[in-house]
């Protein structure tokens, strides 16, 4: 049977976490099976071919026959050469008169024709690392791509994220979920740091941050036309995690001024200290990706249920977010899951659920609701 409901952030004190980290295209793998690695650790790598530059050699050189260019050739195929190094030369009138041709970049010439009179020149390779991302263990190679990377530890996923992938110590600079985090409150201690937030972070305050070098901010909320004074244009409906901020930024409710969830709050703090592994990247169609935040530990906790949602559906006590209005970003709980079909405003006949939202019991939709997987 289906469940009427959008299946939705996790907020784990504990559950197991794989990731899966491959390169672009074939290369080396650089560790094995059963090894244990921090983040940092590079465990692939290869190279993207450089830009090629097919260049009419001949023409430039004012040549009346493509084929006279083997004779102007001063480097040959294979030779590497270096920007504005003379690499064909004219044979000029009595020896006078001569055309050159200098090197546009540093790279090979990887092809002379005497049919086209082109010299084709290839930049040099770029090569590409991708570390473990979290510290654990290698569960599986994947040859000549990469791992599978697995550990244990908290798992909290947020609504939408900028920046990539980076990694830093855990630093709360709000007191409380609901607090706003302003200018003051960020100090030159906190480079290289993964600060949290209450409800939400001033754009002056996140600009000092960025200033500074933090690695990540994590905060309830932020105002959408804050991120799009930020990144200078619309903030992108596909996928975001390329901007280029110089720091990752996750936000774990939404877009406004809102508290971050007591839980998520709660479980960032007890692990003040720790590496966080953090990654901003959000897709929102089809392959749905969300903003993350790893931290790895080995502590017991009562916390350490993993239900499969897509299984069991709802169940009473179940924390859910309401997803559409009129309680649009609100925390709950579930009290009960009547069987019978309810009719709504626009005459609609649905499941519905009754919730604790701010301590009173309202009606709500299951579609409008998001669980938060624990």
């Not at 600060?195 to 941050?209: E, F, H, R």
């Not at 931290?295 to 350490?304: R, S």
Request: with cysteine; aromatic share 6%.
């Amino acid at each position: 049977m289906a469940h009427a409901y959008t299946p939705g952030l996790k907020v784990a004190a504990r559950t197991v976490i794989e990731k899966t980290r491959k390169l672009p295209l074939l290369g080396q793998v650089l560790v094995k099976k059963g090894d244990k690695i921090p983040a940092q650790t590079i465990v692939a790598k290869t190279e993207l071919p450089g830009k090629v530059y097919p260049i009419n050699v001949a023409g430039q050189l004012g040549l009346s026959k493509a084929n006279e260019l083997i004779d102007c050739m001063l480097k040959k195929e294979g030779d590497e050469v270096k920007s504005g190094e003379i690499v064909a030369q004219s044979k000029g009138f009595f020896g006078f008169f001569k055309s050159d041709y200098k090197a546009p970049i540093d790279g090979t010439i990887t092809q002379v024709s005497h049919i086209t009179g082109q010299v084709i020149f290839n930049a040099p390779a770029i090569p590409v690392e991708i570390d473990a991302y979290i510290d654990g263990e290698v569960k599986e190679e994947i040859p000549r791509e990469g791992v599978i990377m697995k550990t244990e530890g908290v798992h909290i996923q947020g609504i939408i994220g900028l920046g990539g992938e980076t990694c830093g110590e855990i630093k709360m600079v709000a007191e409380a979920p609901d607090k706003i985090v302003d200018i003051g409150m960020i100090t030159e201690d906190l480079k290289g740091k993964v600060i949290v937030c209450g409800s939400k972070i001033t754009t002056d305050a996140l600009t000092k941050a960025g200033k500074i070098g933090v690695a990540g901010v994590i905060t309830g909320g932020f105002d959408y036309q804050d991120i799009k004074d930020i990144l200078g244009s619309d903030l992108g409906v596909a996928i975001t995690g390329h901007e280029d901020i110089g720091y990752t930024l996750i936000l774990t409710e939404g877009f406004g001024t809102i508290p971050m969830a007591d839980r998520t709050f709660k479980l960032l703090k007890k692990y003040e200290g720790f590496k966080a592994s953090i990654n901003g990247a959000t897709q929102i169609r089809a392959g749905v990706m969300r903003p993350e935040i790893i931290i790895v530990h080995d502590h017991q906790t009562e916390d350490t249920t993993n239900k499969n949602y897509a299984q069991s559906g709802l169940e009473k006590g179940d924390q859910i977010r309401i997803i559409r209005a009129p309680y649009f970003g609100k925390l709950g709980k579930v009290i009960s899951l009547p069987v019978e079909l309810h009719k709504v405003e626009s005459g609609t006949w649905v499941r519905v659920m009754m919730a604790e939202i701010d301590g009173q019991e309202v009606l709500v939709p299951r579609a409008n609701v998001e669980v938060i997987e624990k």
